[in-house]
């Protein structure tokens, strides 16, 4: 478990972590970011907004990591903590 608030000052993120990384077609990674508990819709926009800021930056870590000719893109899905649970 990554906590995004580690990694980035962005407020829109605080309390967010990643779940997981999958793959995902065409070569993509799924990143699943989980909001804290009682976020609502406009939190979930906020989140999805900053993920999208950050993805170039999040590309450069991932390609600094690996040893692959190309870094995957990345696609974001993000729920809240009450939705993890549930399933």
């Known amino acids: 478990m990554l906590a995004l608030a580690e990694a980035t000052a ?10 997981s990384v999958d793959p995902a077609p065409g070569g993509r990674l799924l990143v699943s970011v989980v909001l804290p508990r009682g976020s609502g819709a406009v ?8 993920l999208a800021e950050m993805k170039p930056w999040l590309r450069s870590e991932i390609a600094r990591a690996i040893c692959r000719k190309r870094v995957p893109d990345l696609a974001f899905r993000v729920v809240v903590e009450e939705e993890v649970e549930r399933g």
């Open 43 to 50: 939190a979930l926009e906020q989140a999805f907004a900053a």
């Open 10 to 19: 962005d407020p829109r993120l605080d309390g967010a972590w990643v779940a």
